[in-house]
Antibody, heavy 120, light 110 residues
Framework: QVQLVQSGAEVKKSGASVKVSCKPS????????ISWVRQAPGQGLEWMGW????????YYAQSFQGRVFMTTDTPTSTVFMELRSLRSDDTAIYYC?????????????WGQGTLVTVSS | QSALTQPASVSGSPGQSITISCSGT?????????VSWYQQHPDKAPKLMIY???SRPSGVSHRFSGSKSGSTASLTISGLQTEDEADYYC??????????FGGGTKLTVL
């Protein structure tokens, strides 16, 4: 069955960067895009961006432009999300999610989430 | 891109039906039939319940249904059960190749 396994929890200082990995399984890696969504404590879902696992194209939410970078490594079937210049309000659970198609931004299956804590 | 507008909370008794609205604009909900609904229980990842406005993924109960009129989408849950108590989020693809979520609705089953 479809599974997305994310890397473990991270604790970072303000100003640092964090890189979270997401390894999907149970389907052909390049046939579905991957979205990244975060959820601050007690808050709602916030879409960060999307990457095509087929050709590496990306779309980012305006609020993260210049700070977020999504990459894909096809040989290992892994997707990465790097967030730079961390602030305390970046403390959140970060989810990767498989989208409904190769060029569709519509998450269906979700990873378990990665807690990123940013301290000053 | 502003978040879609959902009621903060709704409630219902077991067996009743409830509807959660999701209001957007002509740049998102009103532009395409790419509205999804997610259920999230505490400390769990979201689960897709409805996609493309009305489609149900395999394994999701027929008690969950979706609809859309203009720039407002709706999720209806019929025959409420205690396990339906959760947070619900709508999302929509937008005209600038992004995704926008609603603020979330807490469903309480009384």
């Amino acid at each position: 069955q479809v599974q997305l396994v994310q890397s473990g929890a991270e604790v970072k200082k303000s100003g640092a960067s964090v890189k979270v990995s997401c390894k999907p399984s149970g389907y052909t890696f390049t046939t579905y895009g991957i979205s990244w969504v975060r959820q601050a404590p007690g808050q709602g879902l916030e879409w960060m961006g999307w990457i095509s696992t087929y050709n590496g194209n990306t779309y980012y939410a305006q609020s993260f432009q210049g700070r977020v970078f999504m990459t894909t490594d096809t040989p290992t079937s892994t997707v990465f999300m790097e967030l730079r210049s961390l602030r305390s309000d970046d403390t959140a659970i970060y989810y990767c999610a498989r989208d409904l198609g190769a060029f569709v931004i519509s998450p269906d299956s979700w990873g378990q989430g990665t807690l990123v804590t940013v301290s000053s | 891109q502003s978040a879609l507008t959902q009621p903060a909370s709704v409630s219902g008794s077991p067996g009743q039906s409830i509807t959660i609205s999701c209001s957007g604009t002509t740049s998102d909900v009103g532009a395409y039939n790419y509205v999804s609904w997610y259920q999230q229980h505490p400390d769990k990842a979201p689960k897709l319940m409805i996609y493309d406005v009305t489609s149900r993924p395999s394994g999701v109960s027929h008690r969950f249904s979706g609809s859309k009129s203009g720039s407002t989408a709706s999720l209806t849950i019929s025959g409420l059960q205690t396990e339906d108590e959760a947070d619900y989020y709508c999302s929509s693809y937008t005209t600038i190749n992004t995704l926008v979520f609603g603020g979330g609705t807490k469903l309480t089953v009384l």
